[in-house]
């Protein structure tokens, strides 16, 4: 997706998340903050170039987008297939209490790669094989600090999230949308063909114009 906005004219910044793309055992010591602290990085490095900027995330990134909107000066907001709760919502002190026993868990119970569309892409898509349980405590925390910040939300947001999604349902989409009752501007987009992840799975060219239009129906509204 970056690649694509920037095709079109627009100065983008992936953020490595802290905990993120190195080693497994890395996010085992990363905290809720240490990722909003990676945001906050990130923007302030775009603020060198403009100060019209968006904040786009998939998953838990579109969570960190919304909280983190409500902390920067931004001029909108991209959610995709974002959580409003785990999909096992255990509470944070159980989650906690079982990862001084199990480190890890499978990401799913499913086969791998079963969620996607797009096999070949899925083939060449580097994620880590497991999940922390304690990072999984992280990520509530974080969740539920985003849903605290939900009536802050005052830029235009837009929400995309699969039918077909399996992992984070859709459900959570209405859930982060009706929590927005003071966003200027909240769009949802539902996807079909698509599974979480939404810029790499098959609907990603829709994906990627539906970003576009609402960054441009946004930056022209001075």
Known sequence: MGEYLHQQGYTCLGP????????VDDMLRARWTDWTASVEDGYQLLRGVTEDIFLVGLSMGGVLSLLMSTRLKVRGVIAMSAPAHLPEDYPIWLLQLISLFVKYRPKTNEEPGSGWFDKTVYQDHIAYSQNPVR???????VILAMRA????????VLLMHSRDETYVL?????????GLVNASDKTKLYITGSGHVLTRDASRDQVFKSALEFIQRISIQK
């Open 16 to 23: 490595r998340l802290a905990g993120h793309a190195t080693n």
């Open 149 to 156: 910040a939900l009536p802050k939300v005052d830029v235009p």
């Open 135 to 141: 990072s999984a405590a992280e990520l509530k925390k």
């Open 170 to 178: 859709p459900e959570n989409l209405e859930e982060i949308y009706a």
